[in-house]
């Protein structure tokens, strides 16, 4: 039952694309993709046949999303949403079976169970239908012959196989909040605000809000955030409700509800609206749950209605009861039985499934009742309008109203289809998303106004209208006390995030699967609805049948009376007969096909009636074989099968209304879930944002005071003007100073005044790194001069370096246009260029790191390895292979920083660098923070940890700023070196490889980029254990590795296999070099 039931052969090139698209997204696992294109299609090709195809697809989706779900009744939700996804069609019938099997299972109700055995059977006899089948329709036949047996086994024990206990729903909390010790600190620098100061914070700048959000989220989210507030501000609200179908938002639930009934079939629709099921009105519920309802002497009742109409006619009515007819008091019996079915009907009532064609069945009694004592219908209907007002069940026997009562008893006051058990499961969507605090506008729309009332205490109630105001700020937080600490604690909670859905997500993908699964359960609703509308046209149909056999039998009977001879009449036997001969003739029209129904019923004195259309040869055989059956027995069966058929009719009616209580109870449950607060959508990052305004008051307050206490002539520090690498708690940038131009090795060192410290970064976290002074000769002979003991360790170290300069060449000639610029530019190098560029640079690179001892007791630093080989090549005597560096490796970047106080805008030089360094620590940390995070994103994230202090020397306001990194030029490649501690275990290497991507986008790391500026990894450095290195590069559509004593290169394969092959053998990825992708 895994398989698709038939093959997609249509010839509709773009319903192909689509049916591929989402197949495609269902095989990479991305259920929400694929039900975005499925739902979007379907939503606009309603009628189109690839949309059985494409519900198909969708009831997949949601048959594997209840196996996922931790939750029984998300699952169940899932399962209902799947069971309408396969009654689309026919050919889905074996899947429709075994999701019905596991609702059944689930609920522990009958219902779905028998309608899972109806489906297997369905199936079944399909199956039988055919010659021989497959290997894999017979596992598919006896795999629904299994869940059939385990339908029946499970209704004939009266318990479902698998029960469960309703289990509440955790939604998945972000990790990334602050910690205790970082609140505890903001709590005392809350306190020692005034108060002032307090209600400042409050207002929040929408252009610094938005800078904040466009640098972490980038284009995406500067557009979510800017349709937010201009949908706030113009809606006047932050709620609205959305349809996921097709993506069109609604501030009125009137509208919204059309739509959904109208557009999205969560409405059945029957062809006469006469035969729906109408419940009964408030008055007529009124009525009946008076109290009183006393048997009334009928006999005198129908002698008064007979003899003195017109003072019965004056009879006043209270409440629709009558003081005025007389009772029979003595009738205990009755007035017992009155009192059931009274209980029984205000029950009704109050479920709201009592309807009028339920009122008209009882009438019918009442009619056929008073027609004894010669009280006529009309009479009854029009002149005394009895039939309005159920005192009229009192005047009915002992015998009628126990026939009421047992029908009464047989009606269900509810349907166990699970709907209470979708309610909970979109509560526990729903209550995640609601909002308790205010946003407001100032009256220029300029600043977002926090909900007042956090200054002085936690919000306890939710605001479930969402409305929005414009105030002036001074004003509205002019009597705002601020008291206690509470706001911290709401900042630093993190329960209105949500892993599942995150901002900027598209607002539509918000709990799209469970959405349209409801919407789908909705739908089924409706379906039963039909059902149950189409079996009661049935019945009134066969009804129909019936009062046309009357007719003809009234008819027959008039003329009896005008003919003398007995020979000249026919019988009511013979008469039908011959009638439904001329039926034939109607070409097998339903109603006429119903008539014969009615008429073989009748003469065959069928026990109930039957709906099966046999053949009609032998239909008409079997009624014309009875043509001589008595008249009295013709009118008997006929009256016998118009009762049964009132009955059943009454019975669909209650059936109906309690399809239709579900199908509203799910639409409004569907209504809720549809609803969009944009509060929700914006309310992490606004929060993260307060947080770190917040805490960089505060770390300004705090290097202030350090200010103010450091004398100022220690702020000296020794810097040389080649290599500076700077480095923070978490990220590293590699800046190279192009200022000099002599290729000359020799450092010109100098000491200088410190300008004012704009990083916040502390002195002690920056790491100098200056060339040496000596030539290969002196590196060399100091080389010789070690001391006996040491020889080994340095030869040793050495090889180390080898290695790691031997891999790190393979990488960099393993990148296409660096190899294509060598051999163009040097006659040297175009012959033998895998042999001559390392022997061209170890000489010196070797020579260089061998004279330091502690280069050599670290096998190296990533970093110098690849600054020390792309320096080597700006000694070349070669101009063209000192300009290669520039153009192929080199990055200008500007640091811009726009105080968001004072508007400062400081310029500061251009920086050129070969790439970054980040610490591995502090990728994997946030990879396994965020989850699905691309790379990129990564590096810009712990990049955007840098802040810079606005230079009160030149007249700034000392506020901490966020740095914006803008790239004047983009080399071909780009470098990325990752820092790693010495003893990181397997677990910890594997989820650092998982956390990087073989593309990036460069424009999400550096501003002044085009989108989509891609780079792709053409080879990596590693070191493993044995602090070996190895070069893994990808070469003719698949990964390489190679290693330093190696002849032979060892197959890799695909990216994920690079993943598993870092981890599995603990090499650390060191040097990762990615090539332009155009």
């Known amino acids: 039952m895994e398989t698709t039931p038939f093959v997609f052969d249509y010839d509709d090139d773009e319903a192909k694309q689509i049916v591929q698209l989402s197949a495609d997204h269902m095989a990479q696992g991305d259920h929400i993709k694929a039900l975005e294109v499925i739902e979007a299609w379907i939503s606009s090709h309603k009628k189109h046949e690839v949309a059985d195809f494409l519900s198909f697809q969708q009831g997949q989706i949601f048959f594997e999303q209840a196996k996922r779900a931790d939750d029984s009744d998300v699952k169940f939700a899932f399962l209902l949403g799947a069971v309408e996804c396969f009654s689309e069609n026919d050919g889905f019938s074996s899947f429709c079976a075994a999701s019905l099997f596991g609702l059944g299972n689930l609920l522990g109700s009958p219902l779905y169970l028998k309608k899972s055995i109806g489906k297997a059977k369905e199936y079944l006899t399909i199956m039988a239908s055919f010659g021989s089948l497959t290997s894999e329709d017979e596992k598919s036949r006896k795999d629904v012959e299994n869940v059939l047996k385990a339908a029946e086994s499970s209704i004939a024990a009266g318990s479902p196989i698998q029960m469960w206990e309703p289990k509440v729903r955790e939604s998945k909390k972000c990790t990334d909040h602050p910690s205790k010790i970082e609140v505890e600190g903001l709590r005392m620098y809350w306190s020692g605000l005034n108060v002032e100061i307090k209600r400042k914070f409050m207002e929040v700048s929408i252009a610094d809000f938005t800078s904040y959000v466009r640098r972490f989220h980038g284009t995406e989210g500067g557009k979510a955030l800017e349709k937010v507030v201009g949908s706030a501000v113009s809606k006047k609200k932050w709620r609205f409700w959305m349809c996921r179908s097709c993506s069109e938002e609604f501030f009125t639930l009137k509208k919204f509800k059309i739509h959904l009934e109208k557009e999205h079939a969560a409405k059945f629709k029957p062809s006469t609206a006469e035969h729906m099921a109408q419940v009964v009105d408030e008055e007529w519920a009124g009525m009946i749950k008076v109290a009183g309802w006393e048997p009334v002497d009928t006999a005198a009742a129908a002698e008064m209605i007979k003899t ?37 009907l205000v029950l009704f009532c109050e479920s709201k499934i009592l309807s009028c064609g339920l009122l008209d069945w009882m009438m019918r009694f009442l009619i056929k009742h008073l027609a004894r004592f010669e009280v006529s219908k009309h009479t009854l209907t029009t002149e005394c309008r009895l039939v309005e007002t159920p005192q009229s069940i009192c005047f009915l026997a002992r015998r009628e109203l126990e026939q009421i009562l047992d029908l009464l008893k047989g009606i269900k006051c509810e349907r166990e289809d699970g709907r209470e058990v979708i309610c909970r499961a979109v509560d526990s969507f729903y209550s995640s998303t609601r909002v308790k605090e205010k946003i407001d506008f100032d009256k220029q729309f300029s600043s977002l106004l926090l909900d007042k009332r ?83 046209l049935q019945l009134l ?26 020979h000249q009449c026919s019988k009511y036997a013979s008469l039908l007969g011959d009638e439904c001969e001329r039926k034939r003739e109607a070409r097998d029209s339903h109603s006429s096909r119903l008539f014969l129904c009615s008429v073989r019923d009748a003469l065959e004195e069928a026990p109930r009636p039957t709906f099966d259309f046999p053949d009609l040869e032998d239909c008409l055989k079997r009624i014309h074989g009875l043509k001589d059956l008595s008249d009295e027995v013709v009118l008997e069966s006929i009256d016998r099968l118009r009762s049964m058929v009132a009955d059943k009719v009454a019975l669909v009616d209650t059936k109906m209304l309690l399809v239709e209580n579900s199908r509203i109870n799910l639409f409004n449950d569907l209504i809720r879930l549809s609803v969009f607060d944009h509060r929700f959508y914006v309310l992490r990052p606004l929060k993260e944002f307060f947080l770190e305004v917040i805490n960089v008051a505060a770390a300004e307050a705090d290097l202030l005071l350090e200010e103010k206490k450091k004398p100022q002539s220690k702020k000296k520090i ?16 590699v800046n190279l100073d192009l200022q000099g131009t002599s290729p000359s090795l020799q450092t010109t060192e100098k000491d200088f005044t410190e300008p004012p410290d704009n990083s916040l970064s502390s002195e002690r976290n920056r790491l100098e790194i200056s060339s040496n002074t000596v030539d290969e000769e002196e590196a060399a002979q100091g080389c010789m001069q070690n001391m006996p003991g040491e020889e080994s360790v340095h030869r040793e170290g050495a090889a180390r370096c080898n290695s790691a300069l031997d891999m790190t060449l393979k990488a960099l000639l393993n990148i296409k246009i660096l190899k294509e610029d060598l051999m163009q530019n040097e006659k040297p190098l175009r012959d033998d260029l895998e042999k001559q560029v390392p022997e061209l640079l170890h000489s010196y690179l070797l020579s260089d790191l061998l004279t330091s001892r502690e280069v050599l007791s670290t096998s190296s630093d990533a970093a110098e390895i690849v600054v020390s080989i792309l320096e080597s090549w700006h000694s070349c005597k070669s101009q063209e292979i000192e300009s290669l560096v520039t153009r192929l490796f080199t990055l200008e970047e500007y640091e811009r920083m726009s105080c968001s106080r004072c508007r400062q805008k400081p310029n500061y030089p251009e920086q050129s660098s070969y790439g970054i360094v980040m610490a591995a620590d502090s990728i994997r940390d946030l990879k396994c923070a965020f989850g699905n995070i691309k790379f990129e994103d990564i590096l810009k994230m712990i990049r955007m940890e840098d802040k810079m202090l606005c230079d009160l020397k030149t007249g700034g306001c000392g506020k901490a700023n966020v740095v914006h990194h803008i790239i004047s030029r983009c080399p071909p490649i780009f470098t990325v070196v990752l820092e790693w501690e010495k003893h990181e275990t397997e677990k910890e290497i594997s989820e650092t490889a998982k956390a990087l991507d073989w593309e990036i986008d460069m424009s999400r790391l550096y501003e002044g980029l085009e989108s989509s500026t891609n780079y792709r990894l053409v080879s990596l450095v590693g070191c493993g254990e044995d602090k070996e290195h190895i070069c893994l590069a990808y070469e003719k559509d698949r990964w390489i590795g190679i290693r330093h004593d190696a002849f032979t290169e060892e197959a890799v394969g695909n990216w994920e296999s690079v993943i598993r092959f870092c981890g599995e053998r603990k090499v650390r990825p060191k040097i990762l070099l990615y090539e332009a992708a155009h």
């Open 308 to 344: 003195r109409l017109e003072f019965v006619q004056a009879f006043v009515y209270e409440n629709g009861w009558s003081r005025d007819w007389p009772l029979a008091a003595a009738d205990e019996e009755r007035r017992k039985l009155l009192q059931e079915i009274r209980l029984l």
């Open 454 to 536: 956090l200054l002085r205490c936690e919000i306890a109630q939710f605001d479930d209208e969402g409305a929005v105001s414009f105030f002036n700020p001074d004003d509205h937080y002019a009597k705002a006390h601020a008291r206690g600490d509470d706001i911290v604690s709401w900042l630093a909670d993190d329960s209105s995030g949500d892993e599942r859905f995150r901002f900027p997500r598209p607002v539509r993908t918000h709990n799209l699967d469970i959405w349209v699964a409801v919407l789908r359960a909705v739908q089924y609703t409706c379906r039963t609805l039909g059902t149950k509308y189409a079996k009661k």
């Open 541 to 566: 149909g066969y009804d129909a049948g019936l009062v046309d056999a009357i007719n003809l039998c009234v008819s027959e009977n008039t003329k009896r009376l005008s003919v003398v001879t007995e």
């Open 718 to 733: 020794h810097k040389s003007n080649k290599v500076i690498i700077k480095k923070t708690s978490t990220s590293m940038s």
